[in-house]
């Protein structure tokens, strides 16, 4: 379950558990405080807290928890906050699906994925029927 | 937990609950203050409800579907819901998000908000 792998020259800034409702708020706050300290502005500090948040709600929702890396490196030649979710769920059949606007497996409207992949530069993801589900999401400075 | 357990105080003025949102709020306090509000309104019989997001530094697809619900749910018990203070950055967030918040009324300061629950309550 490792297709989706971390460059070796990233630096890891912190690894946080995603355990209950908690972990979510103090985990993107976490992430917000990385953006703004790799000096990003305002806006895309509240979009990528708002895509993570959507992501770590996935997690604790769909997958019972999972863990968040917070890596900093050079992509594309830019200045880049990747935020890697890693989760030991039941995984997600139809990835295409699940990227679709308003599509929901459970009770909420659908805008999760999608949603967040607007929100982000670069969006991966990868999946396994009952091994679990890893999405990572960049954004440049 | 107990820290982050804090409940969200709401003010009744006169025929308005006023609530500020000064806390990064988890999933369960949302929900909380929907019943909470609703709870007052019923208590109180309020007409209406200035919510003060100004603080806020973000809205999730969560926090904005509490929001519109619970504009929803007061206007079928007669009050009416105003989101004000909402930041620039939330709101581009909000609609690239994907995020509509059908039948809630904002605007940009309590000041404002306060204006036009008047107007609302005077024209019924």
Redesign the interface.
């Known amino acids: 379950m490792n297709e989706i792998v971390s460059d070796i020259s990233w630096e890891l800034l912190d690894k946080c558990p995603i355990q209950n409702e908690y972990d979510i708020v103090k985990a993107r706050q976490i992430v917000r405080q990385f953006a703004k300290d790799a000096g990003m502005g305002i806006v895309d500090q509240t979009r990528i807290t708002t895509a993570v948040s959507e992501l770590f709600r996935n997690m604790f929702l769909y997958a019972g928890g999972g863990e968040v890396l917070v890596e900093r490196g050079i992509v594309d030649e830019k200045n880049t906050l990747i935020v890697t979710c890693i989760d030991k769920g039941p995984g997600i059949e139809n990835i295409e699906l699940s990227m679709t606007d308003g599509y929901t497996s459970g009770g909420g409207m659908g805008y999760g994925l999608p949603g967040a992949k607007r929100l982000v530069d670069n969006f991966e993801i990868y999946s396994e029927v009952n091994k679990g589900t890893t999405i990572r999401v960049m954004k440049w400075k | 937990?107990d820290l982050?357990d804090k409940r969200i105080p709401i003010i009744k003025i006169r025929d308005y609950l006023i609530v500020s949102i000064q806390v990064?709020?988890?999933?369960?306090l949302a929900l909380q203050l929907q019943t909470q509000i609703l709870e007052e309104i019923y208590r109180t019989g309020a007409k209406g409800v200035l919510i003060d997001i100004s603080t806020l530094?973000?809205?999730?697809?969560?926090i904005g579907?509490v929001l519109s619900g619970m504009a929803s749910m007061a206007a079928i018990m007669d009050a009416a819901v105003v989101i004000v203070g909402m930041?620039?950055?939330?709101a581009?967030?909000l609609v690239?998000?994907?995020?509509e918040m059908p039948g809630v009324d904002t605007a940009l300061n309590m000041e404002l908000g306060m204006e036009m629950l008047e107007k609302r309550l005077n024209k019924a």
């Open positions: 937990m982050n990064d709020m988890h999933d369960r530094e973000m809205v999730d697809s969560f579907r930041q620039p950055a939330v581009i967030t690239e998000l994907g995020l």
